[in-house]
């Protein structure tokens, strides 16, 4: 892995320091993020709920309010229609629980992934319309349901399509479609489904005059979602994580205050890894290879009997889905694992369950740093879930080739297609053409280094200053730094095949507990004594048998060739 240092502008360091009153500490990371002008810096830093974007900045959000307000006067029924990911849960959560606050009455369908598979289908559109359904919202899918969407309008069910996926086909004016990516108006694009979600909320709720705080006492739905999708962590999205942060602690959802003790956070201020690790896995098992609708009726249910099979059922699916992840994961890792300059990986199986291809291509796509395309078969068909790297927009290059799909859709670096078995032999030159062509050599991996900071210079203060530039994520990385000339004491691997290794680093006499994931392969099973390092890592704190101490996470790390070559001579 290449480390890149990160080069600060003195003089518009020094300027900054007088103008914001700001710490060096945080104005380096500020400049690396490209923040420099003192109004979208004190933007970033706010945090306030202000901040967020009007929702009627939506071409059609107006119509779309007085199509949900038609309902509400006639006593009639809406569907929301979500996804079965995380953040189709949380946004189909979210809506039935505010719309019901203000007297509309709400119904949610999710699909089952193994059976109706992604995006709007007409079993479910017949199956709604049996159950008097007027009007259906989908959240986080519909835009590429266009055959679908002209099903309902000859069962006389109106549409409203809120989603955030890039659209395939031409645009389809008169399907009223909220979609910030599909908008000439809505500024900030990257909005996850649950984000979209919640700005069509909050126009509903500013047409009936409604309290926001009604709203927002639910934002820990949308942050969970939001997290989950990996959006870039800025504008909205960044006032969305971070509210919901602070919501979550005191949360008003039955299911997330039983979830939590169950995961044992106690008191804890939990993070984005938190939720990223612990809690939407959960979530995640549901619509992989469980039922995705009880992952709303987690969040929307008041009963405890309920609640608690609820997670049980989590727990259950979570461990089936990590033992199909893991034997499949294997499967293609023994393939790949000795081979030299893999332009992409391309791999098709009848054996796969599909619930799990997304989480493996993911997993693949940042062990080989390359772009994966993983295919289930089943009756003749191919459905595939494809994972990119930040040098590889992977939709565009399936675009190219989209008339060959049967359904495609999906993101820069996550898409999916279903296509004929027939053509996958097709599909995949096409790709790797494409690949080789737009990319050239294979790209070293590099880890960004913001500045250069020794460990025992980190203190209570520093580690307060680096809260107020999070929640963290992407296009705001998690700052990183360097320290030099550490010894790693009492190192031990852990995890599945020997994964991740935990150590404690040693400087002048000084110990600090520290972790490494994903770096198990890297580190030696026998590390010489006095033999030194230097790391790229960040600080934080974590409870530990009741306790908050400072860990180390380490991203990465080099062995100083001074006393590594003596020992090898």
């Given at each position: 892995?290449?480390?890149?240092?990160a080069?600060?502008?003195?003089?518009?360091?020094?300027?900054?320091?007088?103008?914001?009153?700001?710490?060096?500490?945080?104005?380096?990371?500020?400049?690396?993020?490209?923040?420099l002008?003192?109004?979208?810096?004190d933007?970033?830093?706010?945090?306030?709920?202000?901040?967020?974007?009007?929702?009627?900045?939506?071409?059609?959000?107006?119509?779309?309010?007085?199509?949900?307000?038609?309902?509400?006067?006639?006593?009639?029924t809406?569907?929301?229609?979500?996804?079965?990911?995380?953040?189709?849960?949380?946004?189909?959560?979210?809506?039935?629980?505010?719309?019901?606050k203000?007297?509309?009455?709400?119904?949610?369908?999710?699909?089952?992934?193994?059976?109706?598979?992604?995006g709007?289908?007409?079993?479910?559109?017949?199956?709604?319309?049996?159950?008097?359904?007027?009007?259906?919202?989908?959240?986080?899918?519909g835009?590429?349901?266009i055959?679908?969407?002209?099903?309902?309008?000859?069962?006389?069910?109106d549409?409203?399509?809120?989603?955030?996926?890039?659209?395939?086909?031409e645009?389809?004016?008169?399907i009223?479609?909220?979609?910030?990516?599909?908008?000439?108006?809505?500024?900030?694009?990257?909005?996850?489904?649950?984000?979209?979600?919640?700005?069509?909320a909050q126009?509903?709720y500013?047409?009936?005059?409604e309290?926001?705080?009604?709203?927002?006492?639910?934002?820990?739905?949308?942050?969970?979602?939001t997290?989950?999708?990996?959006?870039?962590?800025?504008?909205e999205?960044r006032?969305?994580?971070?509210?919901?942060?602070?919501?979550?602690?005191?949360?008003?959802?039955?299911?997330?205050?039983?979830?939590l003790?169950?995961?044992?956070?106690?008191?804890?201020?939990?993070?984005?890894?938190?939720?990223?690790?612990?809690?939407?896995?959960?979530?995640?098992?549901?619509?992989?290879?469980?039922?995705?609708?009880?992952?709303?009726?987690?969040?929307?249910?008041?009963?405890?009997?309920?609640?608690?099979?609820?997670?049980?059922?989590?727990?259950?699916?979570n461990?089936?889905?990590?033992?199909?992840?893991?034997?499949?994961?294997?499967?293609?890792?023994?393939?790949?694992?000795?081979?030299?300059?893999?332009?992409?990986?391309?791999?098709?199986?009848?054996?796969?369950?599909?619930?799990?291809?997304?989480?493996?291509?993911?997993?693949?796509?940042?062990?080989?740093?390359?772009?994966?395309?993983?295919?289930?078969?089943?009756?003749?068909?191919?459905?595939?879930s494809?994972?990119?790297?930040?040098?590889?927009?992977?939709?565009?290059?399936?675009?190219?080739?989209?008339?060959?799909?049967?359904?495609?859709?999906?993101?820069?670096?996550?898409?999916?297609?279903?296509?004929s078995?027939?053509?996958?032999?097709?599909v995949?030159?096409?790709?790797?053409?494409?690949?080789?062509?737009?990319?050239?050599?294979?790209?070293?991996?590099?880890?960004?280094?913001?500045?250069?900071?020794?460990?025992?210079s980190?203190?209570?203060?520093?580690?307060?200053?680096l809260?107020?530039?999070?929640?963290?994520?992407?296009?705001?990385?998690?700052?990183?730094?360097?320290?030099?000339?550490?010894?790693?004491?009492g190192?031990?691997?852990f995890?599945?095949?020997?994964?991740?290794?935990?150590?404690?680093?040693?400087?002048?006499?000084?110990?600090?507990?520290?972790?490494?994931?994903?770096?198990?392969?890297?580190?030696?099973?026998?590390?010489?004594?006095f033999?030194k390092?230097?790391?790229?890592?960040?600080?934080e704190?974590?409870?530990?048998?009741?306790?908050?101490?400072?860990q180390?996470?380490?991203?990465?790390?080099?062995?100083?060739?001074?006393?590594?070559?003596?020992?090898?001579?």
């Amino acid at each position: 892995m290449k480390w890149e240092h990160a080069v600060v502008d003195n003089k518009w360091l020094e300027a900054k320091r007088t103008e914001l009153k700001l710490p060096d500490s945080v104005l380096k990371l500020l400049y690396n993020r490209e923040l420099l002008e003192k109004e979208d810096i004190d933007r970033f830093l706010a945090n306030d709920l202000n901040g967020f974007r009007n929702p009627f900045n939506f071409e059609r959000m107006e119509e779309a309010i007085e199509k949900i307000l038609k309902i509400k006067t006639n006593n009639e029924t809406l569907y929301i229609y979500g996804d079965y990911d995380v953040d189709g849960i949380t946004a189909t959560a979210f809506l039935t629980l505010v719309f019901r606050k203000v007297g509309i009455n709400v119904k949610y369908y999710i699909p089952n992934r193994m059976d109706e598979g992604y995006g709007l289908n007409k079993k479910a559109l017949t199956e709604m319309n049996n159950n008097n359904c007027k009007l259906v919202i989908t959240v986080d899918t519909g835009v590429n349901s266009i055959e679908e969407i002209k099903y309902a309008r000859q069962l006389g069910i109106d549409i409203i399509i809120t989603d955030h996926h890039k659209l395939v086909e031409e645009e389809d004016k008169e399907i009223l479609t909220i979609n910030p990516k599909l908008s000439k108006n809505y500024p900030f694009k990257y909005l996850s489904g649950a984000g979209v979600a919640l700005k069509l909320a909050q126009a509903l709720y500013k047409k009936l005059d409604e309290d926001f705080d009604k709203l927002y006492k639910y934002i820990d739905i949308i942050m969970i979602g939001t997290v989950a999708d990996v959006v870039p962590m800025v504008d909205e999205n960044r006032l969305i994580i971070h509210k919901g942060l602070e919501v979550i602690k005191k949360t008003k959802i039955k299911g997330l205050t039983y979830l939590l003790k169950y995961l044992k956070f106690g008191d804890k201020d939990l993070t984005t890894t938190d939720i990223s690790f612990f809690i939407s896995p959960l979530l995640n098992a549901l619509g992989r290879v469980g039922d995705s609708t009880i992952g709303v009726d987690f969040f929307v249910e008041e009963d405890e009997f309920v609640i608690y099979n609820i997670i049980e059922e989590m727990k259950k699916s979570n461990k089936k889905r990590r033992s199909l992840e893991r034997n499949t994961f294997n499967d293609i890792d023994r393939k790949y694992s000795l081979m030299k300059n893999i332009d992409f990986i391309f791999e098709a199986s009848e054996e796969w369950h599909p619930g799990i291809i997304g989480v493996v291509s993911s997993r693949l796509a940042l062990k080989y740093h390359v772009p994966v395309i993983l295919v289930t078969i089943k009756g003749g068909f191919g459905k595939a879930s494809c994972r990119s790297i930040e040098e590889v927009n992977i939709f565009d290059i399936l675009n190219e080739i989209s008339k060959e799909f049967i359904r495609f859709g999906g993101h820069d670096l996550a898409a999916g297609f279903v296509v004929s078995k027939d053509k996958l032999d097709f599909v995949k030159d096409k790709v790797g053409k494409a690949i080789r062509d737009g990319r050239g050599s294979h790209k070293e991996r590099t880890v960004k280094i913001d500045y250069e900071v020794s460990l025992e210079s980190i203190d209570d203060e520093f580690l307060r200053n680096l809260k107020r530039l999070s929640p963290y994520g992407l296009e705001n990385p998690q700052p990183l730094f360097l320290d030099r000339d550490l010894e790693f004491i009492g190192t031990k691997k852990f995890g599945v095949e020997d994964r991740h290794f935990k150590t404690f680093l040693k400087k002048d006499n000084k110990l600090y507990s520290a972790v490494a994931f994903n770096l198990g392969d890297k580190i030696e099973d026998k590390i010489y004594p006095f033999q030194k390092f230097d790391i790229v890592y960040y600080p934080e704190k974590i409870y530990y048998k009741g306790e908050e101490i400072l860990q180390i996470k380490i991203k990465d790390f080099q062995y100083k060739d001074e006393f590594y070559n003596i020992f090898e001579k």
